[in-house]
């Protein structure tokens, strides 16, 4: 009776998380396994077989299964309980909310229910990064070149909200000694600068000429269809002025968000 009632406390632990629910879906079929191998003496070898390729192609299965999910949804296998603090977890998606807030602000701000649940669905498909001790490496650094960088206070507080932090640059030179010596995720670049109306594309197409595919993106004073087209035309993977759609661009590039 007693270990009943702690298979059952277990039970209701796994069961908070995605990845207790696949533990404890685990648990169970190998224990029915158990149960039909304990009377397996009375299953002919034909009936057998099925249970035998079950029991071996079951893990791998899972496995398949697991690193996929990791790989490609590793945010949403947690629950705010896995934080250690579940007030941490609101505060993060919170915060990175707010920042976009403030950033759409010098546009067009979100004035609609609907728009604020858009930005915090945005927010939770990037992935929490309280279970992760720091960014890996430059897997979540970005380059961002612009020749005023307190314009995008804001934008880049939602990024490190999310766990990407950055290093920044104000000239295209500048930006190619740091990009010489340096790996990125991502590449956020303005357009014009003091250097020149089209210094963004200068840019770009330096670091394309020399063989560096890393993601580049635009995020200047133009939404407009054509220069997207021109953008890709010279390499790169977008040209915004929206900074919902730079945080659901860039971080769908580094961190896999969908």
Known sequence: MSDTKDFGETAKGLARNPLGIIALFIVLVYGFACLVTAFSSSFTAEQKTPLIYFLVGFPVLVLSVFCWLVSKHSGKLFAPEDFKNEENYMKMQ?????????????????????????????????????????????????????????????????????????TLAE???????????????????????????????????????????????????????????????????????NPQELFQSVTRAILGAN
Request: aromatic share 6%; net charge negative; glycine share 6%.
């Open 94 to 166: 919170m915060s990175a909310v707010a920042s976009l807030t403030l950033a759409s602000a010098k546009s067009q701000p979100p004035t609609t229910s609907l728009e604020v649940e858009h930005l915090v669905e945005m927010v939770q498909h990037a992935k929490p990064t309280a279970t992760s001790p720091a960014p890996d490496g430059w897997r979540r650094q970005v380059l961002w070149v612009d020749d005023r960088p307190d314009n995008n206070i804001h934008e880049r507080s939602a990024f490190e909200s999310v766990g990407i932090t950055f």
């Open 171 to 241: 000239s295209t030179n500048e930006a190619l000694r740091i990009l010489s010596t340096r790996k990125f995720a991502a590449i956020i670049s303005d357009m014009g600068r003091r250097e020149g109306p089209r210094e963004g594309y200068v840019l770009l197409d330096a670091v394309r000429s020399g063989g560096d595919q890393t993601p580049f993106f635009f995020y200047a004073s133009s939404n407009a269809p054509q220069h997207k087209r021109e953008t890709a035309e010279h390499g790169g993977q977008g040209c915004t002025n």
